[in-house]
């Protein structure tokens, strides 16, 4: 405790890595989170509170989504995430929409399907439209597990068809990949040809099929 009152940000943020998880630890996490100067020590204060009593954690960690670092607004997402905020979930999806940093956004996505499956849906298909390649690729993987867990008819009516070119890919890969008459069109796809499949116009659709075995050199 007395190592976040040290001047040195090194020896703060290091602090956490050692300090014990109550309720005395998690109020000083949240002074710090606050009010510290440093962004690096900002960011271990957030994650720290992700393990810390809901109710001295996620009032703080909502407002951090506003501070003007994205490791921080990272950091609060992924604590937000392992408290299951629901609460949070509007701000974290105006997050996934609006954030500039692509990793912030592309934790936001994540920690929405993580709190709430059901409305984090409308959040994943919209992220297949984001510009960055590893955001949709998050939004993605997330869906596929979704799939695997629901109704993959009703899921992929709830994804609606493409709206640009951007999303056409993701979404017909998803529909193959979930299958959207039900169990007999999940599965492996087949690929006839490695390398056509790799000039795939989308990154976020080919890195999915060689994570799921589909594309082999």
């Given at each position: ?13 290091h ?8 309720d005395?630890?998690a ?6 989170l606050?009010?510290?100067s440093?962004?690096?020590v900002?960011a271990?204060?957030?994650?720290f509170?992700?393990r810390a ?11 951090a989504l ?9 950091a ?6 392992m408290?299951?905020?629901a609460a949070?979930f509007p701000?974290?999806?105006?997050a ?14 994540v920690a929405?399907?993580?709190i709430?499956?059901e409305?984090s849906?409308?959040?994943?298909r919209?992220?297949l ?6 955001v949709r690729h998050?939004a ?5 597990a ?8 009703g ?5 609606g068809p ?6 056409a890919?993701?979404?017909s890969?998803?529909r ?7 169990d007999?069109?999940?599965g492996?796809?087949?690929?006839p ?11 976020a659709?080919?890195t999915a ?5 589909e594309v082999?050199?």
């Amino acid at each position: 405790m007395i190592a976040l009152l040290s001047s040195s940000r090194h020896t703060r943020r290091h602090a956490f890595e050692t300090l014990r998880h109550d309720d005395q630890t998690a109020y000083a996490a949240r002074e710090v989170l606050a009010f510290d100067s440093d962004g690096a020590v900002r960011a271990a204060a957030a994650f720290f509170l992700g393990r810390a009593a809901a109710f001295i954690a996620t009032p703080a960690l909502r407002d951090a989504l506003f501070d003007e670092l994205p490791m921080v607004r990272h950091a609060s997402l992924r604590a937000l995430a392992m408290q299951h905020d629901a609460a949070a979930f509007p701000l974290i999806t105006r997050a996934a929409a609006n954030d500039p940093t692509w990793w912030v956004r592309r934790a936001a996505i994540v920690a929405a399907a993580s709190i709430d499956r059901e409305r984090s849906v409308p959040v994943l298909r919209d992220a297949l439209e984001d510009p960055f390649w590893r955001v949709r690729h998050a939004a993605v993987r997330a869906l596929i597990a979704l799939g695997a867990e629901s109704d993959p008819s009703g899921l992929a009516r709830a994804l609606g068809p493409a709206t640009s070119e951007r999303s056409a890919g993701a979404l017909s890969y998803l529909r193959k990949r979930i299958g959207v008459a039900g169990d007999s069109l999940r599965g492996p796809i087949e690929v006839p040809n490695a390398i056509v499949a790799r000039l795939d116009p989308d990154p976020a659709v080919v890195t999915a099929r060689v994570e799921a075995g589909e594309v082999v050199s």
